[in-house]
C-alpha cells in the first residue's frame, strides 16, 4: 500500500531525466532472480563444496573467559594418523582487524573470551580432527574476568588489552583510550545542552539495557581456503564482503593484492555476522602449514555462538531537557557498548550510533558521549541496524517515558519533535524535503493501528480474554554507517545474443538486491528483464570492488553504478552503430533488439549484430565485445570532527515507524502480539514483495531480540546459552496475529528511480515498540531486554527485575529508576 | 557423530536380552533417538554400541481396550500417539501433552516410552502419563515386571531402570479413561521449546488430579482432590510439593508463580 | 566399522558402505552427494535437515544411515519432476518465500509432508506445520502465503496480502 505522500519527481537519480511513473520493471512485482535454484537445492553454499584432497578444520576453544596460556602440548594429537597440521598461537604473530588491530589469529599467551580459538588441527576427516582436538592439552592460569561493561571502565579494572596503545587503528574516525578498557570514545557536541537543561521545564533521564544476540543465521560461518606456493591464496567463504575479507586478509598477512582471490557463492543469511573476517585467516594458516592443501572450517552452531562473534550489548543512559510546550530543548545521551574482547566492528557501531543517537528528532542542543569497551566476552561485530536496535529500545522507549511524565500523548510528542524540512540533525546535517518523511510514517503507522482508541472489535477481545489491550507508535531513522569514500563498480558485459550479464561484488545474502539491480539494470538499458543475469558467485579476480554487503546501502550505490554501467554500455553501443548507420549520435535511439535512426527508424542495426564486434559485409571489422563499466563512490561525505562529531556522514536516511499492539495478562504478565504494522519511506519501490519481504523478516528479526534472544553468563564468564536449547530464535508461532507493511515515497534525488536501501530498518524499533505497548497496556515499565513474560510480572509486581544477561550481576543496570525533576527555567 | 559407536538392531527380545546382558554397561538402546544422538553430539553420552529397537515388531505394539486401556510399546511414537482415535477421544490429555512435545519432525521419530525413560525434568509424557496411572512394564533375561510411573522415575534423568533392561511398553489404566484432561505449558516462545514450567489436569468424575513438571527433580502428582476441592487449596497444596530452580530459564518465583496460575487456568477451564 | 546399506532416494537406489555413527543427512550430503538438505544445528531444533523418511518429515540430523538401510527417502533434489517445479515449489518462487534460501529445502519437504496430510490446511495449521522449521529471513509470511497458493487457497485477487 503506498501512503498519499509520494510524488512524481523528474531527474530521480543523478543521470539524467527519468519519468518513473513510466517504468516498465521498477515497482513491478517480480520473482526474484535468484529463487529458483535455492528452490531445487542446486544453488551451491561453500558448505555443499568439495575439493580434491581437502582437509577439515576443527578448533580448540577456550572454555575460560580469561586465563594465561601457560602452555600447549600437541604431542598426542600430532601423532594421531590422519593429522596433517596443528597450529597454536605461539606460530603465528599475525593480527586481524578492521578498524582497530587487535586480534591475533590464535589467541597468543592469553584467552580473552569463553570460545575463543587456541588451537587448531586440520586432518583427513572432520572426526579425525576432532578427536585431535580432544587430544590438545592446554594449561591455563585462570584470571578474574571483567564482564560488564560498567566494571571495566573503572580504575582499578583488569585490561583485556593492556598492548591496545600499540595498535593500529583507523584514527579519522575512532578514538581509543590507552590504559583503559577503552577501544574508541566517540564525542558529539552540539549547542550548549547544560544551559538547555537550564531552561528546560523537565528534565527526565533513565539508563536502558539490551543484551548481547546472535545474528543466527541459518548457515553457519563456512570456508574453504588454499594456500598454495608463492602465496597464492583462494578463498571461499559465505562471507557478506570478500573484499574487505580480501583487504584485511592481506594487511594481516602482507601479501599483496593481486595474489588472494575471494570467492564467495551463495550465502545462507549474515545479518552482518559474515561482514568482515573472521575465521578465514585461522583456515588458510591451517592451508599452508598443511603444505596447500585445500582446508575447510565449518562452524557447528555452538561455535556460532561463542567461536564467531555476536552482537554488543548497550546500556545506554539518556537525560532529556524539555520545555512547558513539549519540545526537546536538549539531550545528553551515555553509550556503554560492551564490545566483548576484540573491537571487530564495535568501534564502529559506536560511532554510528553516535551520530544517530538521538532518534529522528529535532534535538538543538546535544551531548553524546559513546564509548566501546573491552570485556572478557565474545565480542560484538556488525549486527543488521548497526547499534541502532540496541539503542532505539532506549531512545524509544524514553520518549514514550518522558511523554508520559510530561503529560502529553507519546504520539503527539513525536509528531511535534520529529525532524521536518529544515531541521538540523545532531552532525549538523539539514534535512531537505527529499531527505525522507518521517511524520508521514508516524502518520501510517497511526491509522494502521487505530492508535489512541480500541475498536469495537478490540473492547469485545478485551472483555471476552479479560487481557489489556495496549498500542504504541514509534519512529525510526538510520543513514549507512560507512566511510564517506565508500564505492563500488559494476560491470556489463554482453552476451553474444544480446543478453547482459551483470558483474559485481555486492553479494545476496537473502536481502534480494539482485533482483531490484536486475530491474534496475534492465530498466535503464530498456531491456527485458529476463534477458539480465546477475552473475551469482562473487569472485574478486572478476569482479569489480565493492566496499560491503552492510549498512543498506546497496542498492543506492550499487544500482548507481549500474545505471552509469548501462549508460556506458549504451554509449559504446551507439558509438559502433553511429558508425554503420552512418548517423550522429543525438539522432540515435535504441529499444529491447537494436540501435535505429530516431527520425528513421527503418535504418537500424542490432545488439546481436554489435555485441562482440561488427563486420561489415566485405568482412571489415570496428567495435568490439561491448562492456559498459560504471564506477560510484558517495558524494558529499565527510568525517566527523573527532570533538564536535558534526560532519556529513549519510548517505540518506530511511524512516520507518512501527505500530504495535499487544495484549497483556496482567496478573502473570503473559502477553500476545495482535498486530506490527511497518511503515517506511524507501524512497521509490523497486521490488514491492522484496521490501515486503525485508519489512516482515527484519520485523521478526526484531522481535526475537525483543521477546526471547540474549546472551547469557555466569560470574565466570562462561555463556550459559550456547545453543537453541537456550538460545531461542522465533519461529512462525511467533508471528504476530496480523502484520503489515506500508511504503511512503520521497524520492532520493540521488538514489536509482528515487530508491533508497531499508535492508536493516524493519528491525530496528520493534523491541522499544513492543515495550512502550505493553506499557500502554497494563503499566508494566520495562527499560531492558528482551522482555519475558516473566519480567512483565515482575514489573506488575513492583518486584525486582533480574538482570538476565549476567546472573547474579552486582550491576544495577536494569534497576534504575528514572529521575524525573520538574525544573524552574532561569528567571 | 562426534563419537564412534557399533550400531546393533537385534530382531528379537531375546536377541536384546543377550545384548545387554553382554554390553549393557557400553550400550545404550534407543528407538527414536532424538535425546540419544543429541547427547552423542554433545558429549554427554559416549555409547561403544547403540542397540536399535525399531525391528522388533512386538515392540511397535499400540492398542487399545475398554477394559484394559491403552498399551503403548516402546517404539510408538509420539505423532502415532497423538493422531489414535482413542487417545484422542479417550485419553485427549495425551494428545494435548504430546501436540506441545518438540516439533512435527521429532514428534514423528520420538518415543512415548523414551520420552518417559529419558526422565527430564521437563518431558511433557510423563505428567498427564501420571495422572492416568500409567505403569511401565520392564523386560529384561529374567522376566517382566510393572512399575507404576510415579515410582519409576526416581529423579533428574534416572530411573529404576536396570543397565540389563528395557520399557517394553506403558500401561494406561482403563479406569480414567473419559476424564477431561488439561496441559498449560509455559515457554519461553510460542514456538517449540522445553517446558519452563507445565502442569497436567486430570478431572475424572469423582476425582481431580494434577502432575507438575519442570517444578522438581521429578514429575509431581498431587492425588486425588475430591471435584469440590477450591482452586486455592489445590493451589496450596502444589505449593507445598513443588521445589522449583533458579536457572537461565526462570525463576523459582516465577515458575511457582505460573503453577499456581495454569491450576487456576485449567480448573476454569474443565469447568 | 563400516556396513553396506540400500536406501531409495527420489526414487533411485543406491548402495554404499556407511560408517556406522554417520548420520543419514551427512550420507545424503557427503555419500550421495545430494547437497540440496543443509545442516542448521545437528540437533534437531532448526529443520534445515528436514526430509522425508517413509512417507515422514524428520530431522536428518538425528537418524543414522543405517538406520535407514531399506527406506524410502525423498529430499528436495526430486521435487522437480520432468524438469518442471512443483506446484509448491512455484508458489514459493512467486510469493518471494525465498531469501537466502538454507532453510527452503527442509522448509519444502516439511510442507511437502503437510500438504500430504493436509491438502488444504488453514492458516494456523500451517503455522503448526512449518514450527519446526526456523527462517530467520523471511518472517514466514510469505511462506504461508506461498502454502495457501500451492493449495488453491488464495484468490486471484490476492495482490500484496496482509491481515489474517
Known amino acids: 500500500m503506498l501512503a498519499a505522500n509520494s510524488e512524481k519527481v523528474k531527474d530521480s537519480s543523478m543521470l539524467g531525466d527519468i519519468q518513473y511513473g513510466e517504468t516498465r520493471v521498477i515497482g513491478k512485482r517480480t520473482p526474484r532472480v535468484d529463487s529458483i535454484e535455492k528452490l531445487t537445492g542446486e544453488a551451491t553454499y561453500v558448505g555443499d563444496m568439495t575439493i580434491p584432497g581437502m582437509l577439515f578444520a576443527q578448533v580448540k576453544k577456550s572454555p575460560h573467559a580469561r586465563a594465561r596460556i601457560l602452555g600447549i602440548d600437541t604431542r598426542k594429537a600430532t601423532a594421531l594418523p590422519g593429522v596433517r597440521a596443528i597450529l597454536t598461537g605461539d606460530e603465528l604473530d599475525y593480527r586481524v582487524g578492521l578498524y582497530m588491530v587487535d586480534k591475533y589469529v590464535l589467541a597468543k599467551g592469553e584467552v580473552r573470551h569463553y570460545g575463543e580459538a587456541v588451537a587448531a588441527v586440520a586432518a583427513d576427516t572432520t572426526a579425525i580432527a576432532r578427536h585431535a582436538v580432544e587430544l590438545i592439552h592446554v594449561k591455563y592460569e585462570k584470571l578474574p574476568p571483567v564482564l560488564h561493561p560498567l566494571d571495566a571502565i573503572r580504575e582499578d579494572a583488569p585490561l583485556v588489552h593492556p598492548q591496545m596503545g600499540n595498535y593500529d587503528y583507523m584514527d579519522t574516525a575512532f578514538s581509543p583510550i590507552p590504559g583503559s578498557n577503552i577501544c574508541n570514545h566517540t564525542k558529539l557536541r552540539k549547542g550548549d545542552v547544560e544551559a538547555a537543561f537550564k531552561e528546560s521545564e523537565w528534565i527526565l533521564e533513565r539508563e536502558y539495557t539490551n543484551p548481547s544476540v546472535q545474528h543466527v543465521p541459518i548457515e553457519t560461518h563456512v570456508a574453504i581456503v588454499t594456500w598454495k606456493h608463492n602465496d597464492q591464496v583462494t578463498i571461499w567463504s559465505s562471507a557478506q564482503s570478500p573484499f574487505t575479507l580480501r583487504n584485511l586478509f592481506c594487511m594481516a598477512f602482507k601479501l599483496s593484492h593481486n595474489k588472494v582471490r575471494v570467492i564467495v557463492p551463495n550465502v545462507g543469511g549474515g545479518f552482518g555476522g559474515k561482514a568482515g573476517i573472521h575465521i578465514e585467516p585461522l583456515v588458510a594458516c591451517l592451508s599452508r602449514k598443511a603444505g596447500g592443501c585445500p582446508v575447510k572450517f565449518t562452524a557447528t552452531r555452538e561455535e556460532e555462538f561463542s567461536l564467531l562473534p555476536c552482537r554488543s550489548a548497550l546500556t545506554y543512559r539518556v537525560k532529556t531537557g524539555v520545555s512547558s510546550d513539549g519540545k526537546i530543548i536538549g539531550q545528553k545521551m551515555t553509550m556503554y557498548w560492551d564490545s566483548g574482547a576484540y573491537a571487530d566492528y564495535a568501534v564502529n557501531v559506536t560511532r554510528a550510533s553516535g551520530y544517530s543517537a538521538g532518534g529522528p528528532y529535532e534535538i538543538p542542543n546535544a551531548w553524546v558521549d559513546a564509548y566501546t569497551i573491552y570485556t572478557n566476552k565474545p565480542f560484538g561485530t556488525a549486527y543488521r541496524g548497526f547499534g541502532h536496535v540496541e539503542f532505539f529500545w532506549g531512545i524509544e522507549r524514553h520518549m514514550d517515558l518522558v511523554a508520559n511524565a510530561i503529560g502529553m500523548d507519546s504520539l503527539e510528542f513525536r509528531k511535534k519533535n520529529a525532524l521536518r524540512p529544515g531541521s538540523v540533525t545532531l552532525t549538523g546535517e539539514k534535512i531537505e524535503k527529499h531527505t525522507g518523511n518521517v511524520i508521514a510514517c508516524l502518520i501510517a503507522a497511526e491509522k494502521a493501528v487505530s492508535y489512541g482508541k480500541l475498536k469495537a472489535g478490540e473492547k469485545k477481545r478485551e472483555q471476552k480474554s479479560g487481557m489489556k489491550i495496549g498500542k504504541s507508535v514509534v519512529a525510526l531513522h538510520k543513514a549507512p554507517a560507512m566511510p564517506p569514500c565508500t564505492a563500488t563498480g559494476v560491470i556489463l558485459k554482453m552476451n553474444e545474443d544480446a543478453t547482459v550479464t551483470a558483474n559485481f561484488s555486492l553479494t545476496e545474502i537473502g536481502q534480494g538486491t539482485y533482483t531490484a539491480l536486475a530491474q534496475i539494470i534492465a530498466e535503464g538499458l530498456r531491456f527485458p528483464l529476463h534477458r539480465i543475469k546477475i552473475s551469482q558467485e562473487t569472485d574478486t579476480d572478476r569482479d569489480p570492488y565493492d566496499w560491503q554487503t552492510v549498512a543498506s546501502k546497496g542498492l543506492l550505490l550499487t544500482g548507481n553504478a549500474a545505471l552509469l554501467a548501462a549508460q556506458d554500455l549504451l554509449r559504446k553501443a551507439y558509438e559502433v552503430a553511429a558508425q554503420i548507420l552512418r548517423a550522429q549520435h543525438v539522432d540515435l535511439d535504441h529499444d529491447a533488439d537494436k540501435v535505429f535512426i530516431r527520425h528513421n527508424p527503418d535504418v537500424s542495426v542490432t545488439f546481436r549484430e554489435m555485441a562482440v564486434g561488427y563486420a561489415f559485409p566485405d568482412g571489415r571489422s570496428i567495435g568490439g565485445p561491448l562492456i559498459g563499466t560504471g564506477s560510484y563512490i558517495a558524494q558529499g561525505l565527510t568525517h566527523l570532527n573527532k570533538e564536535t562529531g558534526q560532519g556529513l556522514p549519510a548517505l540518506d536516511w530511511t524512516y520507518g515507524a512501527h505500530g504495535v499492539i499487544v495484549e497483556v495478562n496482567e496478573h502473570t504478565g503473559e502477553y500476545n502480539i495482535l498486530k506490527v504494522a511497518s511503515v517506511f519511506d524507501v524512497g521509490k519501490v523497486i521490488n514491492p514483495d522484496a521490501v515486503r519481504g525485508q519489512a516482515i523478516g527484519g520485523m521478526l528479526q526484531g522481535l526475537g531480540t525483543a521477546i526471547c534472544e540474549g546472551y547469557m553468563y555466569d560470574q565466570e564468564g562462561h555463556l550459559l546459552n550456547p545453543s537453541f536449547t537456550d538460545n531461542k530464535i522465533p519461529t512462525a508461532r511467533d508471528l504476530p496475529l496480523e502484520v503489515e507493511s506500508i511504503v511512503i515515497e520521497t524520492p532520493q534525488l540521488d538514489g536509482p528511480y528515487g530508491a533508497r536501501g531499508v535492508g536493516e530498518h524493519s528491525m530496528i524499533a520493534v523491541a522499544a515498540a513492543l515495550g512502550n505497548a505493553i506499557q500502554q497496556a497494563c503499566g508494566a515499565e520495562l527499560t531492558h531486554m528482551p522482555i519475558r513474560f516473566e519480567d512483565v510480572w515482575r514489573a506488575l509486581e513492583k518486584k525486582e527485575s533480574i538482570d538476565n544477561w549476567i546472573t547474579k550481576s552486582p550491576y544495577g543496570s536494569c534497576k534504575s529508576e528514572p529521575e524525573i525533576r520538574k525544573n524552574r527555567p532561569a528567571q | 557423530m562426534i563419537h564412534d559407536f557399533r550400531y546393533i538392531r537385534p530382531k528379537s527380545l531375546e536377541e536384546v536380552h543377550d545384548l545387554l546382558s553382554n554390553i549393557s554397561e557400553q550400550g545404550c538402546v534407543f528407538s527414536g533417538g532424538t535425546d540419544l544422538f543429541v547427547d552423542i553430539r554433545a558429549g554427554l553420552s559416549t555409547p561403544d554400541f547403540v542397540v536399535d529397537l525399531k525391528a522388533i515388531e512386538s515392540l511397535h505394539q499400540f492398542s487399545f481396550d475398554k477394559q484394559e486401556g491403552l498399551i503403548i510399546g516402546a517404539c510408538v511414537t509420539v505423532n502415532e500417539l497423538i493422531r489414535h482415535a482413542a487417545v484422542q477421544k479417550h485419553y485427549s490429555i495425551l494428545a494435548t501433552a504430546g501436540r506441545e512435545l518438540a516439533t512435527h519432525q521429532i514428534r514423528n521419530r520420538a518415543t512415548v516410552v523414551g520420552n518417559v525413560v529419558t526422565a527430564s525434568p521437563c518431558g511433557d509424557m510423563a505428567s498427564p502419563l501420571l495422572c492416568l496411572d500409567a505403569e511401565v512394564v520392564v523386560l529384561s533375561s529374567k522376566g517382566s515386571r510393572n512399575i507404576l510411573l510415579s515410582d519409576f522415575i526416581t529423579g533428574v534423568k534416572s530411573t529404576r531402570l536396570r543397565p540389563d533392561e528395557i520399557v517394553e511398553k506403558i500401561l494406561v489404566p482403563g479406569r480414567m479413561i473419559d476424564a477431561i484432561g488439561g496441559y498449560k505449558k509455559l515457554k519461553r516462545i510460542r514456538g517449540h521449546d522445553l517446558g519452563v514450567v507445565s502442569v497436567a489436569l486430570l478431572k475424572g468424575k469423582d476425582t481431580l488430579r494434577f502432575a507438575i513438571s519442570s517444578a522438581a527433580p521429578t514429575p509431581v502428582l498431587l492425588t486425588d482432590f475430591p471435584p469440590s476441592t477450591s482452586v486455592r487449596d489445590i493451589q496450596a497444596a502444589a505449593q507445598r510439593a513443588i521445589s522449583p530452580i533458579d536457572d537461565v530459564r526462570c525463576s523459582k518465583e516465577y515458575r511457582a508463580f505460573m503453577v499456581s496460575a495454569f491450576i487456576e487456568r485449567l480448573m476454569n477451564e474443565a469447568g | ?164
Open chain 3, 1 to 164: 566399522m563400516m556396513v553396506r546399506i540400500t536406501v531409495r532416494v527420489n526414487g533411485k537406489e543406491y548402495t554404499r558402505e556407511v560408517v556406522e555413527s554417520k548420520t543419514l543427512l551427512h550420507f545424503l550430503r557427503e555419500d550421495l552427494g545430494l547437497t540440496g538438505t543443509k545442516e542448521g544445528c545437528g540437533a534437531g531444533e532448526c529443520g534445515a535437515c528436514t526430509v522425508i523418511l517413509e512417507g515422514h518429515a524428520v530431522n536428518s540430523c538425528l537418524i543414522l544411515a543405517v538406520e535407514a538401510d531399506g527406506s524410502t527417502i525423498e529430499t528436495i533434489e526430486g521435487e522437480v519432476k520432468n524438469g518442471r517445479l512443483s506446484r509448491l515449489q512455484e508458489a514459493f518462487h512467486n510469493h518471494h518465500a525465498v531469501q537466502c534460501g538454507f532453510c527452503t529445502p527442509g522448509m519444502i519437504m516439511t510442507i511437502k509432508d503437510l500438504l500430504r496430510r493436509k491438502p488444504k490446511p488453514s492458516r494456523d495449521e500451517i503455522i503448526d506445520g512449518i514450527e519446526g522449521n526456523f527462517c530467520r529471513c523471511t518472517g514466514y509470511e510469505q511462506i504461508i502465503e506461498a502454502v495457501l497458493d500451492a493449495s488453491g487457497q488464495l484468490g486471484e485477487s490476492e495482490g500484496l496480502k496482509y491481515a489474517r
